[in-house]
């Protein structure tokens, strides 16, 4: 990809809502996850209701409670990483949903988007439904997880989603991660021009 010797700030990019946007190379991508980081606690709401958080979260039960929290996607889930699971949460009135995925780049996350966007949005149209999503840090492999449910359930681009969570949240998915979710950008992408396209019809 051909660089100027001024290069674009992040807040450039276009959006979504600009009709001549493209997802933008990987290395932009990644200028705009570093651009200006904010704080980041233990847990944040990133979405109504959407929260993201690491494994301090994951585990205090009693934050969980007061917090109202309904429904966990643990995204680091097994033996090896934060095994949790729905026995660990048996006194609490929450529903489990566990992701066995590694903070690998080679880790192919893309294979849970569509299930767990599926279970997000399930979740967030229940009465008083509010999800934790979560992994052992809360900037990889559950922020991923929430990009892509904010682009196929909410039809955000992948800029405007990365820019929505870090309005809240400092996040950072592995350039395997980022790399996934540029590629399901631009599906999404052509899929709503074919849509648009067909209704021109």
Known sequence: FPYNSVIRSASSLPSQKQSNYQTPPLEELQRLLWAHKPSTGHVNEVWPNLFVGDVYTA???????????????????????????????RDLPV???????????????????????????????????????????????SATLVLAFLMICESLSLVDAIQTVREHRAICPNSGFLRQLRELDIRLRREQLERTDSFRL
């Not at 109202?68 to 949790?84: D, E, K, L, P, Y």
């Not at 997000?120 to 840090?137: D, E, F, Q, T, Y």
């Open 95 to 141: 529903d489990y949903y566990g992701v066995e995925a590694d903070d690998d780049p080679n880790f192919d996350l893309s294979i849970y988007f569509y299930p767990v966007a599926r279970y997000i949005r399930a979740a967030l149209k229940s009465p008083r439904g509010k999800v934790l999503v979560h992994c052992a840090m809360g900037i990889s492999r």
């Open 59 to 89: 585990r205090d039960k009693d934050q969980l409670q007061q917090m109202g929290i309904s429904n966990i996607v643990n995204a680091a889930a097994g033996r090896f990483h934060i095994n949790t699971g729905a026995k660990f949460y």
